[in-house]
């Protein structure tokens, strides 16, 4: 059997590991080490290889959730994880100081993976930054030539990653039918 | 101990990785201190220091480079607790499918906006209603950077320009039953949008009684359109979509992602949307008129843009696998 996948990307702290368990039907495995440098000032553990979740299908199909660790020096793991991924969800944190710079970032890192799929971008925090706005997002990406959709997130709701999950998939295909 | 001795930070030999970068973090953490000052970034901050906390949140060059961070910016933001209580802000939307629509959105009498040989006049003028009458308040409250009220006889509306939002303190179903009627000319001329008393600026408000501009706008739309379009777009002329809305924060009316997905990718016919996403045309004449209350939508002007020919719709050569993911996702069982 085939295996589908979607993979989640983003700095530390985006929500990436949350985002996942909103949509798994399985409670995620967690590859979670104790922060012991920078990112411990973000908080107490990070991924250190992956998260992974499940989406059961009808037929007994799974869809598979992989969470790349968002430290760049985990950076080999990323090239692994995206081979077979049918689209990206890139999650940005907006109370990081420059998020664009993020954005920038995992979007030159994922090039290739973005133009022969697509991505949907969710920007977390916002209630608690609320600039820049998501009009803001979407200035920046018209410079970089992208129209993707970008949706604020909490990534601990379920509805708001299903529907950037649901984006990610008409930006696939418009004439899907759920 | 001198003040020098103070700031001295010990790393015992041999050095480990993590106690070097523990010291690191340390020494990074004293030299900031002194330079930590509360600052406010938000109109709500300066009167309201007693609920919100200040944060610097550092980030270096690259999305995350632990190891050799290179330059060490600051952002500063203030936590407010009270705006992570403004729940009808920050609350997930409202998805609506084809059998809740009618009830939610409003039907209409005397015309079938579905029946391709009523379309010229399947449209509504929003500055007949309650969404118009916003629209200009908004538009004045943002051009003189104030906060306004609109008043109307009924519930008044304050705009706080600075941090788009609206305050509005009805029911839902008032709201609902407001937006969709049209305002006759004596309810018209009683409709005025002046500046906010300074002292009443600052008053104490149910907190999910706000919304963010965008999301109140593109709510009203829906509520005035009924599933018509908007009397500014021509019917046989190709529209834009100029990106994606923030569908996470907004009204979802029945396949609003996939006629956002279709027109991203080029302008197209309102008619032609609804014939290749296969679609009754109310839910594309609804989406239009909500992206165009936000500025979202417009007809194309020019007119080599409308000679440009959209993109053909091509099929995923993984369609099966991706209808059953959103089946999944939209919590159907197939």
Redesign the interface.
Known sequence: MSQ?KIIFTG??GAGKTTAINS?SDVPPIKTDASA???????KSSTTVAMDYGV?????G?K?HLYGTP????FDFMWDILITGG?GLILLLDN????PF??MR??LDTFDKFVSDTAVAIGVTQ??????P??EDY?VQ??GMGL????????AR?K??V??????L?????????? | MSNNKKNVIAVKKPVKTDEMLAALAKAQEQALKPQTKPIANTAMASDASAQSKVIDREASTTADNDEAPKETQLKRYVIDSDEQKKSSKHQAAMQLNEKGFGSFIGTLTGIDVNDPKQFARAYYNPKEFFQGYVDSAFKVSRSKGQVRQLNSGWNPLIIFPQTDEVWLDVDESQLRAFSGLAINKTLGEKMTVTPLPQDSVNLERALEAFYSMDAFMWKIACWASKGRYPVTIDIKQPVYLKHWPNFTRLLVTPHALRIAALLVQGPRTLDNVAEVLNIKPQYVFVFISAASALGLAGQVKREADVLVQSPEVKSNKNKGLLSRILSVLRGKKA
């Open positions: 589908y700095p530390v949509i012991s440098d920078m990112t411990k000032f973000r989406m059961n299908l009808p037929g199909e869809l968002g430290q760049e020096r049918i109370t990081r100081a420059d710079q993020d970032f995992f916002m209630d608690l930054s609320a600039k706005t998501i979407h990406l018209q129209k993707p959709p970008v949706f604020a997130v909490d709701v509805s708001d299903s529907l950037l999950v649901q984006a998939l008409y930006t696939l295909d418009p004439g899907l039918e759920g």
